[in-house]
């Protein structure tokens, strides 16, 4: 005789459908060559950032990255880096904190700042407070990054999305700059050889429904 099975079994099936179904956005965002939005977001220095506001700019290092996950820690001298190397060619590094602050406290706006000091930063570090943006560009992990490029219209199109090498921990150990070879690429005129890779890190810390 088969054992029904109790209506607590379908509550708990059911709840943990519901967390997994929260935890991840239902829009997978832009791929490559999609039309991107333009943003307007807090920066550590209070202001207003855009893309817009960087009128000579060709396109921008899109990261999305925090405070408290230890591949974004690793990455940082990097990312500082791909800015020094590219904001002069036109391609600035933007960063976007996507975590929900109530899900990690520590990347906090305050914090924020404090991080972006300790480190000095030579890029603006915004908050996306809502997810709004995150969820648009469909970024899942940190860091994650985009590279746009501004187009004559005034468009923004994407161009790679991905990691930004083949070492997350271990920056000595880097055999290929993935996205150090995109944006050499466009910024030589070409179109990106491999615009996709995946992006390595911990997964982004969503609002609660």
């Not at 391609?91 to 929900?100: L, Q, T, W």
């Not at 906090?108 to 030579?122: L, T, V, W, Y």
Request: charged share 25%.
């Amino acid at each position: 005789m088969k054992k029904r099975k109790t209506p607590f079994l379908y509550l708990a099936c059911f709840l943990l459908m519901g967390v997994l179904l929260a935890a991840v956005p239902a829009d997978p965002g832009y791929q490559v060559g999609d039309a991107a939005r333009d943003f307007k977001l807090k920066n550590v220095d209070g202001k207003m950032v855009s893309m817009s506001d960087f009128q000579d700019a060709k396109g921008f290092i899109v990261t999305f990255t925090c405070n408290t996950c230890p591949y974004s820690v690793a990455y940082e001298d990097r990312i500082i880096a791909l800015h020094n190397k590219y904001a002069p060619q036109g391609y600035p590094v933007i960063a976007i904190n996507p975590n929900d602050v109530q899900a990690s406290p520590e990347d906090s706006f305050g914090h924020m700042q404090q991080r972006a000091k300790e480190k000095k930063f030579p890029f603006p570090y915004l908050l996306d407070e809502t997810q709004e943006i995150t969820k648009a560009y469909g970024a899942t992990r940190t860091p994650h990054l985009y590279v746009v490029q501004k187009q004559p219209d005034g468009q923004y199109k994407v161009a790679y999305i991905g990691t930004i090498d083949d070492s997350s921990r271990e920056p000595e150990k880097v055999q290929k700059k993935y996205a150090e070879a995109a944006l050499d690429e466009l910024v030589a005129g070409k179109a990106v050889s491999q615009p996709n890779t995946k992006a390595i890190g911990c997964t982004i810390k969503w609002r609660e429904a």
